[in-house]
């Protein structure tokens, strides 16, 4: 049976305390476990993630096998001891599972971008500033400046010192930014950028610093009115059971027939403010005309600056020419039902004339899509009603009751969970990968 050795091989390098590289790229490991393990509890995909990974054959053999090996190492050296296989333990399952569940996401259909949307809360500038050296033969480090976007979500997007300007200015001004050390700076770094002749204080476009000898954070907030809001939209990847599994309730072998009125899903942009944009107007065999597109577009983004949040939603307008109420069928199967949290408006129209009209969603309240599709089908024509739709779509969304809208949980598909499945090439590629992660643990356990 074990006895306790000198030191914990986990905590202190092993018995013979050998901080060397092994035990650094050990340590190194580790942070990118905790890391992932942080990544799946903020988005809350923790459950979702573990249902699927829990039932695949790779976790079921790594598990096994680090199981049965730590004990059976433990019982034959007198080394090993018992706080250290319960480390060991602790370590590489967690490991494993992390490991496969980043599988899963990236390579299924299981983690789809999801559209977040909200508005700009605060942009902030970081001077560049300079680490110095602790010894004579080092040199010092150098951080570029950096641009950050926060959203009401506290979602963070690099921009650029353009886009820091114009916020500034569109914020209320330079009078309004507020300045605090950098407390991880030695010094301010006070190159100039390309125009060296700028003399103002803020310097030019390329500055790095505004050169008052002072390594900063300037930091300027949205000034709470709503002429000046930056609405934003933001892609996140989030676990959908039903894209992922294969099983009937997918619809397929439609869209043949209606290939060129279907268009990919949109995406998130970058324009003025950074990579923040989303076009939620989709027009497609048809053109509406007389500013409709951009009125639509601009009216949602404005809602659903505080909607997006408040009812965990996005919407997107897809108006195609066809009279043929069939293609909705062939877009449900295209968008593979859409994103979790869509509301998806397909119009049919030609002739300047509303055809019919279909919600995609992923909502239980069907009063809430069938008095939707009734109220849009009552404009009658999109000419000059773009301002009539969006009051119809969020007036729909905001009732009261069972006539408003409410996002239909992923838990609800959680019967899907053993449906999806990996190709077993993947499958291999990713129990090779835990085995190349866990490596470090494993050669940290054994070497002494």
Known sequence: ????????????GGPKEQRDIPFMIFAGSLVLMLVGAAEFLWSGQGRETWLVVSGTLPFFILTAVLLFGGIGFWLKSDKFSGPELALFVGITLPCSYITLAFAFLWFTDMGHTVIWNSR??????????IDKADHKDDSDTRHQPSYTIRTAADEMVSTTRSTWLTLVKRFGGQGKVKSERNLMADMEDSRRGANRGSTSRRGSDRDVSDRDGIPEIHTITWDGRESTSVPTSREHIETNYLQAADTSLKIAGVKQDYLTYLVDYPRVTSGQFGQIEFDRVIEQKVKVGGGFHQLVDRKLDQALQTLGSKKQCNIVVYVVGTENVGFFQALREHWKEGKKNDICVCIGYTKKK?????????????????????????????????DALVNSILTNINATGDAGYLRKPMADFEFLAVDITMPWLTQALAFLWACVWLSPTIYICIRN
């Open 354 to 386: 509303i055809r019919w009209c279909k919600i995609m969603t992923y909502t239980d309240r069907t009063l809430f899509v069938e008095n939707l599709e009734r109220d849009v089908r009552r404009l009658e024509t999109l000419d000059g009603k773009g």
């Open 120 to 129: 700009i809360q605060d942009v902030t500038w970081e001077e560049g500033w």
């Open 1 to 12: 049976m074990a006895t306790n050795g000198p030191k914990n091989r986990f905590l202190g």
